[in-house]
């Protein structure tokens, strides 16, 4: 009797790890699909042309960068036109967008009239405290009651973003994974 519930076991436990094979071979057959779908991506420049597609006539693409987001990989550029700064961010695998972004980045104040520094005084400072940065847009703005500079500038993968006095004191500074 020891023998038969025995081989009945031996059996069972050889089934068991029959279909515990077979499934994972399942599931890896699917995430290998998967896999290779994430790995196969579109070109950069495929990118930069369906972001150019996206943006009104004339806007200036100032980056376009692959990264990782969520664990996909995706394209973010940012462009300008006026005063309005487009953001987009499109899948890497197929260059469908995932999000795109329109934000008015103009000055409704004169400097003059504020008695601040020039914006080009605002981009000196930025270029000195990041080296070959790309600025996105240098605005001024009244915040709480006060003239400040806001400004935006990318460089190998991160995005800074700056406030400064109308005077040109740094009074804010942050530096993103973009």
């Known amino acids: ?15 068991l790890a029959v279909s515990m094979v077979a499934a994972s071979f399942a599931y890896t057959g699917t995430m290998g699909l998967s896999d290779a779908n994430a790995s196969s991506k579109i070109s950069w420049s495929q990118a930069k042309r369906i ?11 100032k980056y376009v960068h692959l990264t990782r987001d969520d664990g996909r990989r995706i394209y973010k550029g940012k462009a300008v036109k006026g005063n309005y700064v487009y953001s987009i961010e499109m899948t890497a695998a197929s260059g ?7 934000d008015y980045e103009g000055s409704r104040y004169a400097a003059s009239k504020a008695g601040a520094v020039s914006k080009s005084t605002i981009r000196s ?54």
């Open 1 to 15: 009797m020891m023998t038969k519930n025995r081989a009945g076991r031996l059996w069972i436990a050889g089934l």
């Open 51 to 61: 972001f150019k597609e996206e943006l009104p006539k004339g806007a200036t693409i």
């Open 96 to 102: 469908r967008i995932l999000e795109k972004d329109k």
């Open 125 to 178: 400072k930025i270029r000195a405290e990041v080296p070959g940065a790309i600025i996105i847009y240098v605005k001024l703005d009244r915040d709480d009651g006060r003239y400040v500079y806001e400004a935006e500038a990318y460089k190998d993968g991160y995005e800074y973003e700056f406030e400064f006095t109308k005077r040109g004191s740094i009074l804010e500074y942050e530096r993103d994974k973009v």
